[in-house]
């Protein structure tokens, strides 16, 4: 059993260049068994970052983002211009211990 620990906000999951599945709530966990070999095996894992991050991060470098055809946002103060830029880094990633656990197939009834 594969477990991711804390994810922000969703990961991907490839075992020996095959897709093992994606997770995007509690627990974090996936089995993995019939993916693995004997010997070494690859793992991989794509984690998708929040939105808020990226936002903040284009208005902190200037990119032009916001570009919208039929839409106006606005701040909640009504406000002609206002930005992003100072929203704080939300944590994002695999932020704790990533662990592997054998199993057991157990044939008692």
Not at 35 to 62: C, H, K, M, S, W
Request: without cysteine.
């Amino acid at each position: 059993m594969l477990d991711l620990g804390d994810v922000r906000e969703s990961a991907d999951v490839k075992v020996n260049d095959q897709a093992a599945g994606k997770v995007w709530s509690v627990p974090f966990t996936l089995n993995i068994g019939r993916f693995l070999r004997p010997g070494v095996n690859t793992l991989e894992i794509d984690v998708t970052n929040l939105q808020a991050n990226r936002i903040a991060d284009f208005e902190r470098r200037g990119v032009n983002w916001r570009i919208f055809k039929d839409a106006n946002i606005a701040s909640v103060t009504n406000a002609k211009k206002f930005s992003f830029g100072d929203w704080p880094t939300i944590p994002s990633g695999l932020n704790s211990k990533v662990t592997l656990t054998p199993l057991t197939l157990s044939t008692k009834n």
